[in-house]
């Protein structure tokens, strides 16, 4: 009787080895590498007879795939559009963000344009599905609920029904009977992925995957489960907080860069289509608060971004920032330091958005700046204003993408003064609606942004 093979997989992080070690190599976890038999692919028939022959790229059927909404414009728009038949989505986030509640609005809207759905639990049960649907107004006669959580037999029901669209909540409770491992570690996980996907291809059923996710913010299983969808979303907010993002992280069939935008009711999770409105609330002008208008994907957004700038006795000073990324922040403190000469190195800094929204973008650079020295010379800016441009090391501001648009929806928000980097000015010089103010450098910007009374 031949040996058979083995290898040893962390269930952290996915890495393998030949040979048993109390610590992975690759994410430094104890005690997390498990036994498991490797497949023969020789011995097994599907895998000589299930190919496809090659061909030539020319001689590709260019077909478009049909899409189908899923009834929220937000989603639609994160997606690229809608459905597309046949892919397969994951949607990850921290417990309580609205993954379920957002699922099960779509299988009603979808189940209500008279697709059949299948919404698949393995955490909890039809009731508790059916109490939810209830208060979200999601009834639908061409809705189907199962709890189950054995792959097998979720197979059977949708090789059965045949289904339009599956929701599986979530992979991390999928098991497979062969592998001996339990649900959630990443051999099931890995394993249980590949047959959704081989089923979603092979039906052509749309398919929903919930996925969780660990303490740091990150997708719980192997990172081939990211590399096996089509699609990965992921929900950005607090849970005390009204509203959500929805980002794409990856998205075969449309662009990475758009957001969706929702706010959490008590029925459930409703598009928010008018974003600025949302990240702008009724404030006064104040120190260290600037109106940022920020771009994602091709959606203008007006945030608001406040700066704390206060002396501490405390060595090194704090940095805090759970919106920017606090190396862009040390970038412009040095700025700050080495070009205007202001003595902010010492003292502690703390930067926030209305909201908790995250920006990341060069755009970003001149009006985190001008709310740091605000701050720190405790003085006010100029009212009704926004500001956007890049900042350079040698403190010039530079030009950025997309400026109309940002100019636009500043305009449509009823804000009268925007600074701006010189050269956008030269483009954008005949709206005469609004007080553009070019800034060359860093210095200008600060001279503009806070004139003296």
Not at 16 to 37: D, F, H, Q, R, Y
Not at 113 to 122: A, D, F, I, R
Not at 191 to 201: F, V
Not at 393 to 412: F, H, M, P, T, Y
């Amino acid at each position: 009787m031949a040996k058979k093979k083995v290898k040893y997989v962390c269930q952290e992080c996915g890495a393998e080895s030949v040979k048993w070690l109390g610590k992975c190599p690759a994410c430094g976890n104890w005690n997390t590498l498990v036994e498991e038999e490797i497949a023969d692919d020789i011995k097994n028939p599907h895998a000589l007879t299930n190919f496809e022959i090659p061909r030539r790229i020319a001689e590709v059927d260019m077909e478009e795939l049909p899409r189908f909404m899923t009834g929220s414009g937000e989603l639609d728009r994160v997606l690229g559009g809608g459905l597309i038949p046949g892919s397969i989505i994951l949607i990850a986030g921290d417990p309580g963000v609205g993954k379920s509640s957002l699922t099960l609005a779509v299988c009603a809207n979808v189940a209500r344009g008279g697709k059949k759905v299948l919404y698949v639990t393995g955490e909890e049960s039809s009731r508790q599905i059916r109490m939810r649907a209830e208060r979200l107004n999601a009834l639908a006669d061409e809705l189907f609920i199962c709890a189950e959580n054995n792959f097998e037999r979720i197979k059977y029901h949708v090789e059965k029904l045949q289904p339009e669209l599956l929701i599986v909540d979530s992979i991390q409770t999928i098991y497979k009977t062969e592998i001996e491992s339990a649900p959630g570690s990443v051999s099931q996980v890995r394993e249980c992925s590949a047959g959704l996907m081989r089923m979603s291809k092979s039906l052509g059923v749309t398919t929903f995957v919930i996925g969780h996710v660990t303490k740091d913010g990150s997708l719980a299983g192997p990172r081939v489960l990211e590399h096996i969808v089509d699609t990965v979303l992921f929900f950005e907010g607090e849970r005390n907080a009204d509203f959500r993002v929805l980002r794409a992280i990856k998205n075969r069939f449309g662009a990475t860069s758009e957001i969706g935008l929702f706010e959490m009711r008590d029925t459930g999770l409703e598009d928010v289509p008018d974003a600025s409105k949302l990240f702008l609330p009724e404030r006064a002008d104040d120190i260290g608060s600037v109106i940022v208008p920020t771009v994602e994907g091709t959606r203008p957004l007006l945030v608001e971004v406040q700066a704390l700038v206060a002396p501490t006795p405390f060595m090194p000073p704090r940095r805090t920032s759970d919106a920017v990324d606090i190396k862009r922040i040390q970038l412009l403190l040095a700025v700050l330091e080495k070009r205007l000469h202001l003595s902010i190195g010492a003292c502690d800094v703390y930067v926030k958005t209305a909201g908790g929204i995250k920006i990341d973008e060069p755009a970003t650079d001149l009006p985190i700046a001008i709310a740091l020295a605000s701050s720190f010379a405790n003085r006010k800016l100029l009212p009704q204003c926004v500001i956007f441009g890049e900042v350079g090391l040698s403190g010039e501001v530079r030009a950025v993408s997309k400026a109309r648009q940002r100019v636009e929806e500043s305009i449509r928000m009823g804000f009268t003064n925007i600074i701006l980097p010189k050269k956008n000015f030269a483009e954008l010089s005949k709206l005469s609606t609004v007080n553009l103010l070019p800034a060359e450098n860093l210095r200008d910007a600060l001279k503009i942004s806070m004139p003296r009374t």
